[in-house]
Nanobody, 128 residues
Framework: QIRLMESGGGSVQSGGSLTLSCAAS????????MGWFRQTPGKWREGVAF???????TYADSVKGRFTISRDNDNRTMSLRLNNVKPEDTAIYYC??????????????????????WGQGAQVTVSS
């Protein structure tokens, strides 16, 4: 059974930091690029950061320079470090795996339509 389990969400003040983690199981983790998405009420779910099987990464412009994505293939985990957070970073953050096995994401990541599996989501709330 394929599972993605996020942890580490919570509340943080503007300018602070937080780390999200995703534990993967039930599939050949090393064969997939992976990603973090986020969603706020009334908005589309958007891609935030993506990491290839070799650890190289891409970011949405809104988080570039503030967020860092990483992965540990041995332990089948992925992390998202949120630094210098802003109130507009408040959202539910989702760990995601694409439907197709790709060790390297095409272009700047993969769209919502290509997501095969989602985690349950982790709430991040940033107060000003």
């Amino acid at each position: 059974q394929i599972r993605l389990m996020e942890s580490g969400g919570g509340s943080v003040q503007s300018g602070g930091s937080l780390t999200l983690s995703c534990a993967a199981s039930g599939f050949a983790y090393n064969d997939y690029c992976m990603g973090w998405f986020r969603q706020t009420p009334g908005k589309w779910r958007e891609g935030v950061a993506f990491v290839n099987a070799d650890g190289t990464s891409t970011y949405a412009d809104s988080v570039k320079g503030r967020f860092t994505i990483s992965r540990d293939n041995d332990n089948r985990t992925m992390s998202l470090r949120l630094n210098n957070v802003k109130p507009e970073d408040t959202a539910i953050y989702y760990c995601a795996r694409p439907t197709s096995s790709l060790r390297r994401c095409r272009g700047s990541g993969f769209p919502v339509s290509d997501v095969g599996f989602w985690g349950q989501g982790a709430q991040v709330t940033v107060s000003s």
